[in-house]
C-alpha cells in the first residue's frame, strides 16, 4: 500500500531531472519530477531523439515510437512499464482510437495502469503523446 500526503512534510523529496537525451537538453521543462518514490513524466511524442524527426508512418508506428521514449526515459531511472501506474492518451484524431490502442496493448498487458485518452491539436504535428505516472517499489 502506498501512503500519499497533500501537506507540507519536511521529509518530502521533490527532484527535477532533466534529459538524459542531447538533444532535449534546452527543453524549458523537466524530463521526469520525482516526488519521494512518484515519478511524473513529461509527455512523450513518436519522434526519434536521434534525427529529430517524427514518425511519420501513421499511428501505429508512432504510437511505437512514442511508448519507446517512455521506456526509454523510465529505464534511465530504473523503471519499467510495470511501474507505470497512470497514463494519459492524446490523440491527434480520435478515430486513431482503435489503431492506437492495438500498439498499446503490446506493451500493457499484465500491469494494466489507469487510463485517460482525449482528443487534441499536438505540438509538432504529432498523432499522440502519452505521459505516464510511475511508482518505485
Known sequence: MIHLSCKN???TVIKHHKS??????NVPFSDIVQVNN???LTGQIGKNHTTGKIFDSGIKAETRQTIKNIKAVLQHHNLTLKNVVKCVVILSDIKDFSKMNIIYRTYFKDTLPARKTFAAKLVAGAKIEIEVVAVKK
Not at 20 to 25: Q, T
Open 9 to 11: 512534510d519536511a521529509d
Open 20 to 25: 538524459h537525451k542531447k538533444s532535449r537538453k
Open 38 to 40: 512518484l515519478y511524473f
